[in-house]
């Protein structure tokens, strides 16, 4: 389901489920259009990173309750229940795409969370994207 508004305020709206068939939200700014579109992240994996790691909350001396917290994670995570994603932003004006930014390695879908930090990242990304967009169509306009 893709959600389209218009913005005053340079931000996008939520997305309305992570794991929806589509999972990009449209933008538009003055005269910019803009997408932020959800991408699963194949290069990430639960065991890049040491906060799921049993093996180093044990270590690492975690009372009981966060080490069943991280077994829970990772076996939702085998599961499929959850993975890491990136968000890409890209912008752009008469249908060309101008500018482009991105973060991945984000976790998308976890038990009890409702991903709007991924709509903080989108607009972060956004803010981003529009710069570069600016930056190269100030370039262009030279060629004239």
């Not at 994670?73 to 085998?78: G, K, N, T, V």
């Not at 890209?90 to 984000?106: D, F, H, N, P, R």
């Not at 100030?138 to 004239?144: A, C, Y």
Request: proline share 2%.
């Amino acid at each position: 389901m893709t959600i389209k508004l218009n913005f005053g305020d340079d931000k996008f709206t939520r997305w309305s489920h992570p794991f929806s068939a589509d999972c990009t939200i449209k933008a538009r700014y003055k005269s910019w259009e803009a997408t932020a579109r959800l991408v699963h992240d194949c290069d990430s994996t639960i065991d890049n990173y040491d906060c799921y790691s049993v093996e180093q909350a044990i270590a690492d001396k975690l009372p009981k309750k966060e080490i069943a917290k991280i077994t829970e994670l990772r076996e939702s995570y085998l599961k499929d229940e959850w993975c890491f994603v990136g968000v890409v932003v890209k912008v752009y004006k008469c249908g060309i795409e101008l500018g482009q930014w991105s973060l991945w390695g984000l976790e998308c879908g976890q038990p009890g969370s409702d991903n709007d930090y991924l709509n903080e990242v989108a607009n972060d990304c956004l803010i981003e994207a529009l710069d570069e967009a600016e930056r190269n169509l100030e370039r262009l306009s030279k060629f004239e």
